[in-house]
């Protein structure tokens, strides 16, 4: 079955600065990939998907994530952090393009002024 | 358009108790996800619905169970409350799950629910 996992728990830059976080996979298939973003009390958001196309992929709010099956990653970056990125971030995988997905344990971005 | 809409949004239960939970999914999609999240399980895929069948589940109790309606509302229902079902309970709904490409998942704002 497929699985995710986040490296990093919480994450704190200072705003203006890159934005990086990573995320490792599992996947007997050729999976699709996703970053989701939870502000509080909202639900959540699609940032970006990959989907066998593009490596690399561009997702809104200027943010990116490179697939590398080598390295069974798809990490999240963004060049420069802005106060309202602040929120969990969530990394996602689906096998077979079916809508069982699962995902990571989130990682906390907190961007400082 | 409207978004996903979940009721209730908040809703206080105690142990032994059941409940029913109701997601209205966009106007269009005829798929609709539920997802649990608590803080020390994160977020997990409870089961999925498409054209009021259900077409994939995971890994939990048969405690909980859903449905889905003609016109694609969904709900799902937990019997016999225990404590660690206090949880923030998502629904998701896409377009179409048609196995050749991914139809992006747009959530609503989560019902909580807390068993005391």
């Known amino acids: 079955a497929q699985s995710v996992t986040q490296l990093d728990s919480h994450v704190s830059v200072s705003e203006g600065t890159p934005v990086l976080l990573r995320c490792n996979y599992s996947s007997s298939y050729s999976p699709s990939l996703f970053w989701y973003v939870q502000h509080p009390n909202k639900g959540l958001q699609l940032l970006l998907k990959?989907?066998?196309?593009?490596?690399l992929v561009k997702g809104i709010n200027g943010f990116e994530a490179e697939f590398k099956k080598s390295e069974t990653s798809f990490h999240l970056t963004k060049p420069s952090a802005h106060m309202s990125d602040a929120a969990e971030y969530f990394c996602v995988v689906s096998e077979n393009n079916n809508n069982d997905m699962r995902f990571g344990a989130g990682t906390r971005l907190t961007v400082k002024p | 358009k409207a978004g996903v809409t979940q009721t209730p949004r908040y809703l206080i239960k105690t142990r032994g108790q059941q409940v029913t939970l109701s997601c209205s999914p966009i106007?269009?999609?005829?798929?609709v996800s539920w997802y649990q999240q608590t803080p020390g399980q994160g977020l997990q895929f409870l089961f999925e619905?498409?054209?009021?069948?259900?077409?994939n589940k995971g890994n939990f109790p048969g405690r909980f169970s859903g449905r889905q309606f003609s016109n694609s509302r969904s709900e799902m229902n937990v019997s016999t409350l225990e404590l660690g079902d206090s949880a923030l309970y998502l629904c998701a709904s896409s377009l179409i799950w048609t196995g050749a490409s991914y139809n992006e998942q747009f959530f609503g704002p989560g019902t909580r629910l807390t068993v005391l």
């Open positions: 106007s269009g999609h005829r798929s």
């Open positions: 619905y498409f054209s009021e069948t259900q077409r």
């Open positions: 990959y989907t066998s196309a593009a490596t």
